[in-house]
């Protein structure tokens, strides 16, 4: 079995439980003068290009997608609803409850971790301040590379981050954005994080034909890096 000097993970959907968008997204759009289903639709639509960065700033962005669903907003509105579009996203989202102990077991055993995350700008404004966060040795945000998985150079800025080759990487994720089958392109091992509640979780581009490895829970990574070395 290789040993491996690093483990990285997707976010939503991983490292957190299923993701719903909650009712503070409709809130927001209801206060720019948008229709709430008119937002979503503009906001699935356009995952990719605003994950990319495509539409500039967060405040750029959000106004951008307002005004695609019809909205007018007023003087000022966009940026004084920048706060809430963060709390809705931190809102949405839930860590799993054997993140910290699996990433605290992963690291004991002396392999370095990464997150590395098709994100809008909101998940770089709040993941610094969740429990997980000292716990990952690089944080790779798609919004702030200019680039989405499965691009190749997403998950080579994480190997770049941890000082380690693909090929000592396991790469954990639920399999949004085609990212276990760019991470195996890369030379990662990629494993599938298949837990019961990710059935009904927002995702786009699934890795639907990913045949490799498949794990329940986090806690299972720890088996596929195997049995903790022995002192000698």
């Not at 206060?31 to 709430?36: Q, V």
């Not at 356009?46 to 005004?67: D, H, K, Q």
């Not at 054997?98 to 077991?105: E, F, K, M, V």
Request: aromatic share 6%.
């Amino acid at each position: 079995m290789p040993a491996y000097r690093a483990v990285v993970f997707d976010f939503f959907g991983t490292l957190t439980r299923s993701v719903q968008r909650g009712p503070q997204h409709a809130a927001i759009a209801r206060s720019l003068g948008a229709d709430p289903e008119a937002v979503t639709g503009v906001l699935d639509r356009t995952f990719r290009a605003r994950a990319c960065g495509r539409y500039g700033s967060a405040e750029a962005t959000l106004r951008w997608v307002i005004e695609q669903a019809g909205g007018r907003p007023r003087p000022g509105a966009i940026r004084a609803a920048m706060p809430a579009r963060v709390d809705a996203l931190r809102a949405d989202t839930q860590l799993r409850p054997d993140a910290i102990s699996a990433l605290t077991a992963i690291r004991s055993r002396g392999v370095r971790t990464a997150v590395v995350s098709d994100c809008t700008h909101e998940l770089p404004a709040f993941l610094p301040g969740l429990p997980v966060a000292p716990l990952l040795d690089a944080q790779i945000y798609s919004v702030e590379l200019g680039v989405c998985k499965p691009d190749p150079e997403i998950y080579l800025a994480a190997c770049d981050r941890l000082g380690v080759a693909p090929e000592d990487c396991l790469y954990v994720g639920d399999g949004g954005s085609h990212e276990l089958t760019g991470a195996a392109a890369v030379g990662m091992t990629p494993v599938r994080l298949a837990a019961p509640d990710l059935a009904n979780h927002l995702v786009f581009d699934a890795d639907t034909n990913f045949a490799g490895r498949t794990v329940r829970s986090l806690t299972d990574v720890l088996t596929v890096l195997g049995p903790v070395p022995a002192l000698v």
